[in-house]
């Protein structure tokens, strides 16, 4: 099966435009998790889909930040506008069951964000 | 506190060097899992084992073993005779049953960066 896709691998864009990101799950996987490693620090959970309903967004750091999962299948994370601290490695995930308890995190390939 | 430390930034060994890889973890749950990912160049998270909170069982994967302790609240990496293709990043991430309202997120160390020199 394919894995979980994304792109752009990577962007460079300039401070206060707008990007988005797009993940591919696997076919099938209800559940959809977006992560961000910013440079020398942990990868840290943004939010959590399930179908097309966000379960968790808590980790979403700012309004800055829209995620979306149109019909349950990809999703696209917009940041508008961006800021210098944007920048890091965002990663994608999905899963069957809920994560941890069905053992399957199946991560992307992520997508570098440099804001100039 | 819910946490992962990783205190080895990088480690550099020569092949067919053993290699440990630490991993403490702090949580207020009883019911919680474990997980190593590694990341080779190429970017993506790959799965290498989970451990559930009740499995203090050590695990061995090939050169890959595991030792999980809960006295000492660690979870640490072992790779036998090390190679070249074993330089990656490796996270040790934690996942509390019901962290967040969602289960199964995870929480990430900052992770290892492994280099194997030939």
């Known amino acids: 099966e394919a894995g979980v896709t994304q792109f752009p691998s990577h962007s460079v864009i300039e401070k206060g435009q707008t990007v988005t990101l797009r993940c591919d799950p696997i076919s099938g996987h209800d559940n959809l998790y977006w992560y961000r490693r910013v440079m020398g620090k942990e990868i840290k959970f943004l939010l959590h889909f399930v179908k097309e309903s966000k379960q968790d967004e808590s980790g979403m750091p700012n309004n800055r930040f829209l995620a979306e999962r149109t019909g349950g299948t990809y999703s696209t994370l917009k940041v508008q506008p961006a800021e210098l601290e944007d920048s890091g490695v965002y990663f994608c995930?999905?899963?069957?069951?809920?994560?941890?308890?069905?053992?399957?995190?199946?991560f992307g390939s992520g997508t570098r964000l440099t804001v100039v | 506190a819910q946490k992962v430390t990783q205190a080895q930034t990088e480690i550099s060994v020569v092949e067919k060097e053993d290699v440990t890889l630490d991993c403490v973890y702090e949580t207020r749950d009883t019911t919680y899992y474990l997980f190593w990912y590694k990341q080779p160049p190429s970017g993506e998270l790959v799965f290498l084992i989970r451990r559930n909170s009740f499995d203090e069982q050590n695990e061995i994967s090939g050169r890959y073993s595991w030792n999980f302790q809960k006295s000492t609240s660690s979870f640490n990496f072992t790779i036998t005779a090390s190679q070249v293709v074993d330089s990656a990043v490796y996270f040790c991430a934690l996942s509390p049953r019901n962290y967040g309202g969602s289960q199964g997120n995870l929480i990430f160390g900052k992770g290892t960066k492994l280099s194997v020199k030939p």
């Open positions: 995930a999905s899963s069957h069951g809920q994560g941890a308890a069905n053992y399957g995190y199946t």
